[in-house]
């Protein structure tokens, strides 16, 4: 790159550069006509600019965004986190059983996991911590590697609203089990933020328009991924279900809302999705609390009797 140079006999009288006062230069920005010596000019598509010319100058280019309003990025910072924390519980809940293929023996697994009595009892972080709990390194290893799979979802929305659509769907497949599941239900597994994934997933596909054959990949994988809920006996379709429906509307939210109104738009369908799971929450709880009486919450101690 080429730098100015001072014309030479013409030193007496000039001005002092705007960055250093005691060096006088007859060379000035292209840009703000600011004195400027050859060490604080950079040469620009015309002529040179001053150091903070060109500062200003790139604060002020818009980065290139996508359809959800995320600055583009090549690189997921979530997903990988996401799959440290769930591969980390699974380690700490064997090493608290002793066991790897029974780890839910472990008192650590029986206080997170998703359980309506507990719940109902104001237990209401299970619904959360229960998307951190697996049982057996099968289980954990297929949520982690099918939310490997979906990385570029965070991509798509950038981290908050990834975090957002990750976590209500987490919260969808766990109000879905508590309305409609019995009562009886112990759920765990990433499953229902994983097939929030997958509705996103979807929902970007139509969005961005993508070739048909896309967009039947996608179909063929979630009708692939229902019918295996259905047939193995102690998967929860539910938990699936939830998830699905919670991930496909919040993300519909984040790529559908308009440039000109893209914030509000998006909060709000955040804030409406909400809603509608605490009121799912607290319609249901009286409901659970009729079916059952806990001895010990904690250590899943109930008695079942539903009153007329």
Known sequence: M?????????????????????RQTGLRCTRCDRPACPECLVEASVGF?????????RSEVRRATTVAGAELSDKPVLVPALIAVNVAMFVITVALARDLFNNQQSELFAALLAYAPSIAEGEWWRTLTSGFL??????????CVALWFLRDIELLLGRLRFALVYFLSMLGGSATV?????????STGASGAV?????????AVIRLKRDKHVLMSVLGIIALNIAFSISVPGISLLAHLGGLVVGAVVTAGMVYAPTARRLPVQIG??????????????VRTPQVKDQTFCVN??????YYATRL
Do not use: I, K
């Not at 001072?6 to 030193?11: H, L």
């Not at 001053?50 to 100058?57: A, E, I, L, S």
């Not at 919450?297 to 109930?302: A, D, F, R, W």
């Open 2 to 22: 080429s730098t100015p140079s001072e014309p030479t006999g013409t030193q007496a009288g000039l001005p002092a550069c705007v960055r250093h006062p005691g």
């Open 49 to 57: 600019q001053c150091v903070d010319c060109v500062r200003q100058g």
């Open 134 to 143: 697996h049982y057996g390194p099968l289980h954990v290893l297929v949520n």
């Open 178 to 186: 508590y309305l409609f599941d019995a009562v009886e239900t112990r």
């Open 195 to 203: 097939y929030g994934m997958l509705g996103g997933l979807l929902v």
């Open 269 to 282: 369908t955040v804030v409406a999705v909400v809603v509608v799971l605490v009121a799912l929450f607290v």
């Open 297 to 302: 919450p904690t250590t899943l101690e109930c």
